[in-house]
C-alpha cells in the first residue's frame, strides 16, 4: 500500500504559477500510474492530468493542457504539477492519486490510493 501527501497549495493571483508535489511513502511510487484530479466546493472531482509509471508517457484535461505539466522522479518518489498561468477557476482542493493500471485513467474509481488533497486558490 502507498501512502500519498501533497503539498505545495496556495493563494496565487490571476496569471501567476504553483508547483504541487505528490510525495510517497509505503511503497515505491515507481510501481504505479499517478494522477491528479481537482474538486471545487459544489462541484465533482474532475480529472486534472495523469501520467505513466515510467513518465514517458501524460495526459491533459482540456481545461488545463498547454498551462500545466505533470512530472515524476521516481528516484525521489514524487510526482509534481507545475501550473501556469492559473485562472480562478483553477480554484479547488487538488488531489494526487495513485493507480495500477498500466493505460492513463481519468475517472477517479480507477484509483486506488488519494492523498488528503491542497488547497489552490486563484484570485482574479
Known amino acids: 500500500q502507498v501512502q500519498l501527501v501533497e503539498s505545495g497549495g496556495g493563494l496565487v493571483q490571476a496569471g501567476g504559477s504553483l508547483r504541487l508535489s505528490c510525495a510517497a511513502s509505503g511503497r515505491t511510487l515507481s510501481s504505479y500510474m499517478v494522477g491528479w484530479f481537482r474538486q471545487a466546493p459544489g462541484k465533482e472531482r474532475e480529472f486534472v492530468a495523469a501520467?505513466?509509471?515510467?513518465?514517458?508517457?501524460?495526459y491533459y484535461a482540456d481545461s488545463v493542457k498547454g498551462r500545466f505539466t505533470i512530472s515524476r522522479d521516481n528516484a525521489l518518489n514524487t510526482v509534481s504539477l507545475q501550473m501556469n498561468s492559473l485562472k480562478p477557476e483553477d480554484t479547488a482542493v487538488y488531489y494526487c492519486a495513485a493507480s495500477n493500471m498500466m493505460v492513463l485513467a481519468t475517472t477517479p474509481n480507477h484509483y486506488s490510493y488519494w492523498g488528503q488533497g491542497t488547497q489552490v486558490t486563484v484570485s482574479s
Open positions: 501520467i505513466n509509471w515510467s513518465g514517458g508517457s501524460t
